[in-house]
């Protein structure tokens, strides 16, 4: 299996409204990744999990809270975002290590709208 | 200041016909380059990864090539057929192994 899924395809949710983003893979890579992705921009890194572990935060605000349950999953819990934050919200998985080739591989993505 | 650059930044090629993207970047120290496929709304999909030692490498009818020395790299596409329509994006990687990204080509192949 080397796919990455991302649920919902979709989300359109209010201002005060709490929802989560879901990402799995089944690939045992030990490294995942969210991205957030503007129209016609490349993808800016938002978080990285390496082993379970929050790794890396990109200065993300604290609507955004990611969380890592397990080494399959990936969720993203959005709360009080702001018009500003609709995107391509993408997931990434690779292995962990230094090696020169661990390579990313993206799922689908979830296009959110806030309103 | 660690930059990937593309160009062109749209091209418009008939079905059939060849074409070459180029990347050039500024990136140090360097790990590997790779170049993505991305069509609209979905995720990126990896076309290739080379590192300082490779110059080319193919994966059917695209082939990547890699001038380490003057920090380019270009992506042909031979007999584009119309799903090739998409943006493609060179990455830069240094050795923290931070992806640095291209802002893309978008690709249209017209019948």
């Known amino acids: 299996d080397t796919e990455v899924t991302q649920t919902p395809k979709h989300l359109v949710m209010g201002m005060t409204n709490k929802k989560s983003l879901k990402c799995e893979q089944h690939?045992?890579?030990?490294?995942m990744y969210w991205y957030k992705q503007k129209a016609k921009k490349p993808p800016e890194l938002m978080f990285v999990?390496?082993?379970?572990?929050?790794?890396i935060n990109e200065s993300v605000p604290s609507r955004f809270s990611p969380e890592c349950p397990n080494s399959s999953l990936l969720n993203l819990h959005l709360h009080a975002l702001q018009p500003e934050d609709s995107a391509l919200y993408l997931c990434?998985?690779?292995?962990?290590?230094?090696?020169?080739?661990?390579?990313?591989?993206f799922g689908p993505g979830t296009r959110l709208t806030v309103l | 200041k660690n930059q990937v650059e593309q160009s062109p930044q749209s091209l418009i090629i008939l079905e059939g016909k060849n074409c070459t993207l180029q990347?050039?970047?500024?990136?140090?120290?360097?790990?590997?380059l790779r170049w993505y496929k991305q069509d609209t709304g979905r995720g990126p999909v990896s076309l290739t990864i080379?590192?300082?030692s490779e110059n080319t490498k193919s994966n059917g009818r695209y082939t990547a090539t890699l001038d380490a020395d003057t920090k380019q790299s270009s992506l042909h596409i031979t007999a584009s057929q119309l799903s090739d329509s998409a943006s493609y994006i060179c990455?830069?990687?240094?050795?923290?192994?931070?992806?640095?990204w291209g802002a893309g080509t978008k690709l249209i192949i017209k019948p």
């Open positions: 990434a998985s690779s292995q962990p290590s230094l090696a020169a080739y661990n390579e990313q591989f």
């Open positions: 690939m045992g890579h030990r490294a």
């Open positions: 999990y390496s082993y379970e572990k929050l790794s």
């Open positions: 990347c050039n970047y500024t990136v140090s120290p360097f790990s590997n």
């Open positions: 080379m590192t300082f």
């Open positions: 990455v830069v990687s240094d050795s923290n192994y931070q992806l640095i």
